[in-house]
């Protein structure tokens, strides 16, 4: 029971030595990585830095007692730090008590969400975000979030949602460009491009062994971050406009409640929704992945509910919106973690890191973390999927090619709404016209197959087809239209019989619909029958009152169907043993 | 070819005598019904009463131009009109100027947007109204409908979009009762109440043939019109408080274009597409009925160009959003209109009363207009649905009382959309989870059944399972998680083989899910294979690096898989002739 209520009990009662050497290392690596992460992400969701560091401490104890990863690296990330900017953007003015208590409301919010989504056992509305919608969506945000940075590494100021206003902006104020931070940004930017491509194969060929090359190359950003706060020192460049992190307070983050306005938590919620269904689809595919590849499971609904605690846990630390990041966690994965104790080690470096190492950060330049950024995001951009989905599917591109377009123009809110909303068109588009087979009999057989793709005996007087879909309102009108008039253009039908052996389901509409086509066809003079109506789809029918108003029959089989209608024309069959079975 | 573009053009070929006989008698009993009808729903979507009469005249000839039905009345309806001071009441104060001309700016874009469904073919998307949705949007609506007309048969001012302010309202004003009209609106309803379930059979009684009758009842509430208007003037009632229509402009409409103000437009817009869509699927399924009992057909794209049509001739005659009435339709049928010429026939005998009769209706009280509305609206009132459809599915109980109690709580347009919105989740949830049967091979024969169901013979490391769906964004995730927990299951399994037979198709999230299935089972050391793959899925999934990435192979048949992997599990069969065939 215990074990059910908290997943950590039971790794816990495993824990031993070894377990403890694997996340360890794991933790010191994530850690190495995930301080100028925090800190840039706190600066791209335009809060002050520490906050990106106190999201990285208790939200991965969270985690850790609630969760289903043994990989996950919980904590700020790029897209949900953009989201969380939009959304506070809209009910307050960027900076001061308000945006930070806004984002203390988001993270509550957010998990209060994902908490209830798990217990409520609805992860699966997390389907909802097809992957044509999720790849476009991160795609944009990735150039959304790679165009907000160019401020920082041009040392110029400027603001905007969308990729309009950021451009205009940018170009509006580029003839202020700081050359001292341009010089600082651009060498970043470059050197970490040469981090990520080339580093690791040259670690290799200085005889570095594949994993410690690989930590080597993770390093990179932490080098970046080194370099240039001497840099800023030795040559005073802060002097010169470089714009640098400043003051971070030292020590644990302030516990408190988060705000309660309800006007406030109602303006978010749109926001707090999208935030956290996008956060637990990136997280949940991430976890997967990695689980599978020990031969692990997580459960879905218990991710939603670690995420949550994540989340609540942000909100009560001063903290804002996080998630499972998807490079820290395969950085985690690969170092070795073994069980989530890999996340509350990385807490404790986090902590340490905030207690005595902040003073150490006051030089860094901001175009350092624009940096970190930008690199890390552009290698989430991934065009070519357009491409690959265009030979794919149409209508999937269509998704896709929508998404990036209004996250660009419109902003992620908007952007995420609308490629959900025209991928759920698009399927109820499709799956309102079921595929519709006119039937005839093998010959000498039981067997009814399509008279278009089989050599087939059909009777002049019955009309036979079999819908290969479970009737519902999106194609309920339009199988009455189609079979209505299908049987009423040739004169010479007396019979419509409708084979039922796909249909899993027949809601409110689709019976409304039957109850119509009965009656017209019966106007029409033409009777109406099913057959093969599958057991449970039958209880449900003798609840009404249709199969009273039905003026022709519900027959076992179609065979029975056709000999009793029509028996001149249906051959009798010798059962064949595998009819018989 | 111009048969297409006018469909008049076919009828009017055909026309003779013999229809204009029937044609003109619908004619005259429509027109008689339509004159209180047409004044009562002005008032109830807070316009003139003029405005009324100029909806029922150019509207009628725009869809006997276009339209496909030989029985559909066009006209003011009850629900359109109560969406339409819903949709003008958010945007402007009742009353003056403004407001008519916002009436116009709607039916101008509901005639816009019904005319663009039609040429892009989009009528399905009507259908994502499902049929307990539109059930219960009607019956709160006749509940809200019949609240609003209660201040008219009381004499006193009140007003509100939901059944809680109009109560409120209704409860803070009754002090104010005025008595006259509380007799003659009583005394009014009483009498329609009565002529609409015993006047018929009375009539007959009395010697009366079958269709006379029916049109004496008809004739009902000319009769309370004719018998109020008398006893306003007798008694000067007037001068007593009962509030009459007034002076009503004789003439015939004005001829104008409708504004064109882009800010009224966008914020009109939401209420256009809600109007038209309500309206296409309330006229649509009348004009299937009728049409079906003269196995006639109807066009449903048609239909949505004769009903834009004739809502752009209103927009720019004086009138507002118009639709195919229910009951209208059906006695306009019933009187024997045989083409569309009854309606040109019935907009020329509206246009002589607005021409010559209206200073009759000076005195006309109020009260009657709204009990002819209660009376109507209160039919459509269908509370037993809840019962029946709470019988037949819980998941579509749950969209119609969310529907009632959204339009009574919160208004028409948020009821329908909170309708269309949960039939839409509850539908997806319920296609997330497809049927998936384990099979094993019947003894002897190439098939394959459901081993819950059959006796069969299964392999102990070949997992066999069929999939009862197509695979797409909702269902993706879940096939991949259910599919790898069953085969990691049980470790005796080396080999998991999809049967597709029943995938008519598989998206890109369902093959990004393919492929993720894959990888993880590569990882535990399952291979993974497909069967039976329709021809169109296999072409689109041979676009893709899919097939390449397989660890195990694509079978024609299940039988062929299993003789591959299984040998010495699967029996050999002799054919039977039905799989020969």
């Known amino acids: 029971m215990i074990d059910r209520l908290l997943p950590c009990v039971g790794w816990l009662k495993r824990y031993n030595g070894e377990t403890f050497h694997g996340d360890a290392l794991a933790a010191v690596i994530v850690t190495i990585m995930l301080i100028p992460q925090s800190l840039a992400y706190a600066l791209l969701a335009g809060l002050p830095p520490e906050v990106g560091l106190y999201a990285s401490m208790l939200p991965l104890v969270g985690y850790a007692l609630f969760g289903s990863s043994n990989a996950l690296a919980v904590g700020p990330v790029a897209v949900v730090s953009l989201m969380t900017a939009a959304a506070i953007g809209k009910v307050t003015a960027a900076g001061g008590v308000d945006y930070a208590a806004a984002a203390l409301a988001l993270a509550a919010m957010s998990g209060a969400i994902l908490i209830a989504l798990g217990l409520l056992r609805l992860g699966f509305l997390a389907s909802l975000l097809s992957h044509p919608v999720i790849s476009g969506f991160i795609t944009a945000s990735g150039l959304l979030i790679a165009a907000s940075q160019l401020k920082h590494i041009l040392g110029i100021e400027a603001g905007g949602h969308t990729l309009y206003d950021l451009v205009g902006s940018l170009a509006g104020g580029i003839d202020e460009t700081n050359l001292p931070t341009l010089a600082i940004g651009a060498l970043a930017t470059a050197f970490l491009f040469w981090v990520r491509a080339r580093l690791k194969p040259l670690l290799r060929r200085f005889g570095l062994g594949p994993r410690l090359a690989d930590a080597g190359a993770k390093a990179g950003p932490v080098v970046a971050v080194i ?303 099913l057959s093969e109506v599958k057991g449970p789809v039958m209880d449900k029918l003798k609840r009404t009152h249709f199969l009273d108003a039905l003026t022709g029959q519900v027959f076992l089989s179609h065979y029975d169907a056709m000999a009793a209608l029509d028996p001149d024309t249906t051959q009798d069959a010798e059962l064949s043993p595998a009819v018989r079975a």
Chains 1, 2 share one sequence.
């Open 227 to 529: 370099a240039t706060i001497a840099a800023v020192e030795l040559l005073a460049l802060d002097a010169a406009g470089v714009a640098v992190v400043g003051a971070i307070p030292q020590g644990l983050p302030p516990l408190s409640v988060p705000p309660l306005d309800p006007g406030l938590w109602l303006e978010l919620l749109p926001s707090a929704v999208l935030i956290s269904i996008v956060g637990f689809v990136e997280s949940v595919s991430v976890a997967q992945t990695l689980a599978a590849k020990r031969r692990e499971r997580i459960a879905p609904n218990r991710e939603l509910i670690g995420l949550g605690a994540a989340n609540i846990a942000a909100s009560m630390s001063g903290g804002y919106p996080v998630t499972g990041g998807f490079a820290r966690s395969v950085v985690n994965f690969d170092a070795g973690a073994r069980t989530p104790l890999a996340g509350v080690l990385t807490a404790v470096g986090i902590g340490l890191t905030a207690l005595f190492l902040t003073p150490l950060f006051h030089q860094l330049p901001k175009a350092t973390l624009a940096a970190t950024i930008v690199v890390a995001v552009l290698s989430l951009v991934d065009l070519g999927a357009l491409k690959r989905t265009w030979t794919y599917s149409k209508a999937d591109f269509a998704a896709m090619a929508v998404t990036i377009a209004t996250v660009l123009g419109f902003g992620v809110e908007a952007g995420i709404t609308a490629g959900v909303g025209l991928s759920l068109v698009l399927f109820l588009a499709r799956s309102a016209r079921p595929h519709l087979a006119v039937v005839g009999q093998v010959p000498g057989t039981h067997h009814f197959r399509n008279v278009r793709r089989h050599a087939v005996v059909t009777s002049p007087k019955v009309f036979s087809v079999r819908v290969d879909e479970s009737l519902y309102f999106a194609n309920a009108r339009w199988l009455e239209d189609t079979l209505y008039d299908r049987a009423v253009a040739d004169k010479a039908i007396e019979d419509v019989v409708l084979i039922c052996a796909a249909v899993n389901d027949i809601d409110a509409s689709a019976l409304e619909a039957l109850e119509g086509l009965n009656e017209r066809l019966h106007a029409a003079g033409v009777r109406f029958h």
